[in-house]
């Protein structure tokens, strides 16, 4: 660590880690609520469950994307953080709000916590992933605000690297967009149209600068290979994820009102939209083996790779198969949806999160270069127990929801809902198993933080 | 990745596309919206529908359901509810009344929401409303 501010990272990569394991306990009792239809019923009814799965989920994406922009931008600008303060004020804010909401949740009945959070005032509430009470949304607007102005403050008196600067722009479009959580019209149409700007043009859109801007500051430092050639690799990566990604978001247009048009306008630039993806994998995997040094963090190594693969996977090749508008007639809306989901939020950004805490944790802790290889070997086993139990998830989500597809839309006879959701049960109950088993890795993967040992040098 | 190919060249192509595609994307949406009144069919937005749509975000019933595919999966479909029940908003304010507060044993069931009979009327008005939208004749069949 050449900065002392960096260590702000620290309070927002525990606190991501922290969220994270409540996202995969409310993961695992919503598995079970889809084979035991009446666990935890009605004290957490499956709604209450998802809400806290994917907004946890969400707040600690950001948390960690703020985390890495804190140790990332000083170094790469070389000065030091324009107000540590700023930082871990606005990290405890953040935090009480993010647990507030989440207690909310699960102790208040959700249309009481929308009348006693004024929801009738400015009704943002009750759509997927924007169920937080406006009161919420206001304050991630604020914290998120003060972010940006630290981070900028920064980049300002510091040095302008490209990495920076995509990092900074695509936290400024994470800021824009999230502004669209604020029109909620009467008219379902245009609500769920703009709803996309928020859903999409974060997802595939403006998050993929971030990914890109965070895995090249790894490959730099793991690699040792010129910044120039990781910089212009960057810039073509991202340039691709935008072209494809900006009229991408017509895949999202065919079926709730909008003009037929988008079916052709969203099929031909979503199917491009694993191109970037790919680009990155390709990028990681010729960096590291152009690596002009032997970085002792194997770890890092190794979900800097991950992420790019399985963002491929999940984010392309899953994403693909259900883009083209004849296939998603029939495939919209159902587990195709969830196994493709899973994949892609776990490959592009879970992975790169835990890329950038697996780089700077231990330098934060005062390692000179990694952990001890004990710790490492323990990290890794926890990085293939996660990503294997996460292809598998996506394997049984991606078998059910062929099977829902046939039963229920595509057969002579389609079946009612209900009637195939007990019909493909063993395909959720082998998810929920594969559930299990990504618990496990976490918890390695967090005591892996308490192995001591030799620091791992290399040979 | 040599010669003449910098990596300015490349930040053009990011900062060109980008904007190139930002501005398609703006225009599109000019044309969508220009589009849509025939579509929504927002004339029949009445303050009942408005209210059915707040009753909806107001108990998360996305949190189980989709509507026009969006949401969760763990519940029916419910763009096409008021055709599948027989274009009947009878039966869909009966069915959300009906379910037990305990749940049924062992089974998924909808939450008991109590309310009353003015959110009733308005959430099935809503979901008549909903049912009404030119989706491109999505969901393939009844059974959403």
Known sequence: MKYQSQSVAKLYFIAAIALFVAQILFGLIMGLQYVIGDFLFPHIPFNVARMVHTNALIVWLLMGFMGAAYYLVPEEAETELHSPKLAVALFWIFLAAAGATVAAYLLVNYATLAHITGNELLPTMGREFLEQPTITKIGIVVVVLGFLFNIGMTILKGRKTSINLVLMLGLVGLAVFFLFAFY?????????????????????GVWELILGAILAFVLIKVTGVDREVIEKWLYLIIAMALISGILGTGHHFYWIGTPAYWQTIGSIFSALEPIPFFMMTLFAFNMVNQRRREHPNKAATLWALGTSVMAFLGAGVWGFLHTLAPVNYFTHGTQITAAHGHMAFYGAYVMIVITMISYAMPLIRGRAAANSMKSQVVEMWSFWLMTVSMIFITLFLTGAGILQVWLQRYSDAPQAFMVV?????????????????????????????????EEATVS | MSG????????????????????MLIALTFDTMGTLPERDHRENITEQVAMGKKVWEDNNCIGCHTLMGEGAYFAPELANVYDRFGKSKEAIMGFIMSRPAEGVPGRRSMPQFNLSQEELEAVAEFLKWVSEIDDENWPPNIQG
């Open chain 1, 184 to 204: 909620n019209p009467d008219n379902l149409v245009l609500d769920k149209y703009y709803w996309w700007f928020v859903v999409h043009l974060w997802v595939e």
């Open chain 1, 421 to 453: 959701q007990e019909k493909i049960a063993l395909f959720y109950w082998m998810r929920e198993f594969a559930g299990l088993v990504f618990l496990i890795g976490l918890v390695i993967y967090i005591v892996s933080f308490f192995i001591e040992g």
């Open chain 2, 4 to 23: 003449a190919f910098t990596k300015s060249t490349a930040r053009n192509i990011f900062y060109g596309g980008s904007v190139f595609f930002l501005l």
